[in-house]
């Protein structure tokens, strides 16, 4: 089965609260826009931690490539 965005949303939402979520992709590469209360007071690493941690093995079997900007609401208002 191949990966889509809506698979990685998915994925994401199932192991990490987001206020907004935005994949976009071609199958192949992804790129995410990832508003989560659970970065307030986080590194950049340590944001994208969570959502590896959130998407498991998916991300080495899967996910071949994903860029992300890991936000809190606060700075995506912003």
Not at 38 to 52: D, E, N, P
């Amino acid at each position: 089965m191949a990966t889509t965005p809506e698979l990685i949303h998915s994925y994401i939402t199932a192991g990490l609260d987001c206020t907004h979520l935005e994949v976009e992709g071609d199958g192949q590469h992804f790129t995410a826009i990832i508003v989560s209360n659970a970065f307030a007071g986080k590194r950049l690493i340590q944001r994208h931690q969570l959502v590896y941690a959130a998407l498991g093995d998916r991300m080495r079997e899967e996910i071949h490539a994903l860029s992300m900007k890991t936000l809190t609401p606060d700075e995506y208002q912003g």
